[in-house]
């Protein structure tokens, strides 16, 4: 259990880049409980009740910014928590290498959106959105949330991207969104693991309180560093992730 010690920096560091760019952590944490001998099911349960706290206490940051769009939180959760829940109880009857696998299909096709959201260069302007544009994109974040209940990792990328690439959304305001609804979306997610017990508490006492730092951190530091370079650096992260974990589960 020593070695569990290390999971404490590691998630202060990861909680930090992912608050910055509404990405998941749990695109370097579930290969990373792996490396510490958790098996795939253990890694993404407990990668769930990591982000519930990380993303519910940067959640908390960015509430007190002010940059949170109201009504599109409420979309973001309405459609995704329900099918976060079915993602979450089909995910269990998936056998390890197959998940290792889809794990890194999904890192790198959000490696791919990240990169080319970077090339693209539309940078969300807006302050505001209505929710008659919102409503007809429902789907997005009901998707979103079925690929996270699956593996863990997606609802946040997805969303961002939602929220700034198709409505133009400022990014700053996008992430926090994102971040917010996150923080539902890891609580379901968490409730459904942790009810059938697949978490695995002894890492889990150590990354809970790291990401808490960590997110307080990066919601400070996001309006304050450029974007496009956090962004970089995590789709480089996140790509090796993916071709790891499909290596792993071929």
Known sequence: MIEYWLAFPFAV???????????????????FFLLLGIEPGAAISTAFVTQLFGKGS????????????????????AAGVPLVVIGSYTSISIGSQPLRLLFGLGAIAIACA?????????????EKLANRELAPWALVPAVAGFITG???????????????????????????TATAAMAFTALAGALVHASLGSVSWA????????????????????????????????????????AYMCAAGV
């Open 13 to 31: 560091l990861v909680s930090t880049f992912a608050m910055m760019t509404g990405g998941e952590g749990a695109i370097l944490f579930v290969p």
């Open 203 to 242: 890492v889990a006492v150590f990354t809970i309180p790291a990401v808490v730092i960590g997110a307080q951190a990066g919601s400070r530091l996001a309006p304050k560093i450029a974007a496009w370079k956090i962004k970089l650096l995590f789709a480089a992260l996140t790509l090796v992730v993916g």
């Open 150 to 176: 699956l593996i863990a990792i997606g609802v946040g990328t997805i969303n961002t991207a939602f929220l700034e690439r198709v409505h133009g959304l400022r990014m700053h305001k996008a992430v926090a």
């Open 114 to 126: 990240m990169l080319y959201s970077l090339v693209r260069k539309r940078e969300g302007a807006r």
């Open 58 to 77: 940067g959640a908390l940051g960015y509430v007190r910014s002010g940059l949170i769009q109201w009504n599109a939180l409420a979309l973001l959760v």
